[in-house]
């Protein structure tokens, strides 16, 4: 029997993650994000999944490169799962823990995405996979870059083997993210990918704000 892992939000520190399909803008709006809390004087990790650990890198070039070639869809979501709890143990954990703000381009949900409603295995199965593999850690506050996935694709000439996935597959990963945001939305921030950048910017300040004084606060 599967134990559920209860989830967890960090006492200290605030934790937000960026989500959303190819070519949203996740990388854009997590550097525009870090870049307006340095200057308002708070301590800030940019971060990314899959690869920011020196474990990660490894998994990384397996699971995105694709000389890699077809895997097993169970193992693919695994070696996900590795990553993820490298990373939380070693670089998300430790800057929550010394008060910091934590900025993620993808986390679990991508996984629950990607690798659960993209490669059809069934999310609950995935799920507590990726819950125990992160301890049942959740973001104060995910931000989710909707936009289509024929126009994200557009803006790759080269793709990665999650990227070069038929254009199915990508709506499929789309509509679990939008499913997930709805079940949620005090969590959840859905904006439209293809509005102007410094519009998502002003938004996503907007909903970081309260978290921000409510970490002063503690």
Known sequence: MIVPVPPVVAE?????CFEGGEGSGKSTQSRALREWLEAEGHTVVLTFEPGDTAVGQRLRRIVLDPATGDLSDRTEALLYAADKAEHVDTVVLPALARGEVVVTDRYVDSA?????????????????????????????????????????????????????????????????????????????LVLDARAPVEEISAAVRQRVAPLLARESAT
Do not use: K, N
């Open 12 to 16: 200290r520190g605030v934790f937000v």
């Open 112 to 188: 629950l995405a990607y690798q659960g409603a993209g490669r059809a295995l069934p999310v609950a199965e995935v799920e507590p996979v990726m819950r125990w593999a992160t301890g049942g850690l959740r973001p104060h506050l995910t931000v989710v870059l909707d936009l289509e996935p024929a126009a994200g694709l557009e803006r790759f000439t080269g793709r990665d083997r999650i990227e070069g996935e038929s254009l199915e597959f990508h709506q499929r990963v789309r509509s679990a993210f939008l499913e997930m945001a709805a079940a949620d939305p005090e969590r959840y």
